[in-house]
């Protein structure tokens, strides 16, 4: 067999940098929810899909679809995919690569037929960007995408709804959306977006787990005074408490392996330059892929905020915003895996995600698994996003092993729907 791997890699580059000229925007890249260039990308990405045998269609959630059948009629389906949408101002990498590279898997077995056939998806939403809520897609296949959902209006007042029907989608036949039995496992590849695979200098991740996150306000009271005739030992100065906090936070995450914090909101009242601050009010984001490490690390913060607050005679209040578990990935595929990106890259890497993607939504319901492609300088949601040739070659060949692992694996064809 001819190994035309690498002319593949370059046509996956290729497609990924002319569909990014689908956009709302001329000159930049902007590709919204059910938005009209869209569906110039639907047509693009159909016809490749069509000339490999594959029928396609589009679920009343704006999710395109492809059918690659298995060896029998009723053989089950390995779904394979990512997101078409994009922010503002966007890459051309982000979400798209993982359903080109979904295609050349298929186009790579030459009409050879597994064990299981393969279902290509690609999300219509997952950047949250036009309703402000993020994941549409894949909420339509785990049954998420419901009455509140499609209620939720855009800035020019438009429902979910309203941009399903717009886009020529029913949304009575959401349900039809919904994960069936046939599916065995959600497999997604998609760039790192971060600079953790760089400096390991590895080609290749292999997802273990989403991060969870907590999202927290703290407001610190203390009182607001005359910044010229308040001596410093009669200050109770909010901000300068909030402050000392945030760089508490900022070490136990230095000492904690896997943890990140972040305030990255501050708002402080009065805000004047010749008062002592009153108020302040900050939120902090915090991350780990263990449960227990994020919140045994935010009860310690809790405890810090109050006791140095207590020496500032400064009150502390503290309001949950978010508490979103981490996610693991499915440890049977995450293992096979590792297996085929040993053999692509003779070394394999297991890392965490710390953003989101559409596996955490699907994990819900099947078993799921993510690959991260290495990200040059970690850019990513910017124009400058890029991939590297060599890299897309080894996705390619470690998605190619995989299939080949699959299509014998006892365990894999074994396995059921959870839902
Ligand atoms: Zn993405």
């Known amino acids: 067999m001819i190994d035309d791997t690498t002319e593949r890699a370059r046509e996956v580059i290729a497609r990924c940098q002319m569909l990014s000229r689908f956009s709302e925007d001329s000159g930049r890249t902007r590709r919204t929810f059910l938005s009209a260039p869209m569906r110039d990308c639907h047509r693009e990405i159909s016809s490749w899909m069509k000339a490999l045998g594959m029928s396609v269609s589009v679920d009343a959630a704006g999710n395109l679809r492809g059918i690659y ?4 009629p009723s053989a089950p389906r390995l779904l394979i995919g990512s997101h078409l949408d994009t922010v503002p101002d966007a890459g051309a990498f982000d979400g798209i690569l993982g359903v080109m590279i979904a295609i050349s898997l298929v186009e790579s077995l030459r009409g050879q037929k597994l064990s299981f056939g393969i279902e290509i998806i690609g999300f219509s939403e997952e950047e949250g ?16 995408l419901d009455k509140e959902l499609l209620g939720r209006e855009d800035e020019r007042g438009i429902s979910v709804k309203e941009a399903i029907q717009d886009f020529g989608l029913n949304p009575n036949d959401i349900h039809k959306a919904v994960l069936s039995n046939e599916v065995l496992a959600f497999l ?24 969870g996150q907590s999202r927290a306000e703290f407001t610190f009271s203390g009182q607001a005074n005359h910044s010229g005739t308040t001596p410093m030992d009669h200050r109770r100065d909010a901000l300068a408490a909030a402050a000392e906090w945030i760089l508490a ?11 990140l914090a972040t305030v990255g909101f501050v708002e402080v009242s009065p805000n004047a330059v ?26 310690d913060l809790i405890k810090q905020a109050e006791s140095l607050g207590a020496r500032r005679g400064v009150t502390v209040e503290c309001r949950m915003l978010l508490a979103q578990p981490a996610v693991a990935m499915d440890p049977f595929l995450t293992q096979q895996i590792a297996l085929a990106v040993q053999k692509a ?46 890299d ?12 080949a692992q699959l299509t014998v694996s006892q365990e894999f064809l074994g396995r059921t729907h959870r839902a």
Do not use: W
Not at 129 to 144: E, M, Q, W, Y
Not at 195 to 210: C, D, F, K, R, Y
Not at 249 to 259: F, Q, V
């Open 392 to 403: 897309v070659v080894k996705a390619l060949q470690c998605g190619q092993h995989l299939l």
């Open 249 to 259: 936070a900022e070490a136990l995450a230095h000492r904690t392996p896997g943890l």
């Open 188 to 211: 997604e590849f998609h760039i790192e977006q971060g600079p953790v695979l760089e400096h390991a200098g590895h080609a290749l991740g292999v997802v273990e787990a989403i991060v």
């Open 345 to 390: 890259a003779s070394q394999s890497y297991r890392m965490a995600s710390g953003a989101g993607h559409d596996a955490m939504i699907l994990a819900e319901k099947i078993p799921a698994a993510m690959i991260f492609l290495r990200t040059p300088g970690g850019v990513s949601h910017h124009p400058s996003e890029t991939v590297q040739l060599d």
């Open 274 to 299: 010749n008062i002592i601050p009153g108020k302040s009010r900050v939120a902090l984001d915090i991350r780990h892929p263990l449960d227990g490490e994020r919140t045994g690390a935010l009860a």
């Open 69 to 72: 059948p298995g060896a029998s």
């Open 129 to 144: 960007v036009r309703f402000g809520v993020p994941f549409i897609g894949s909420r339509a296949l785990v049954g998420r």
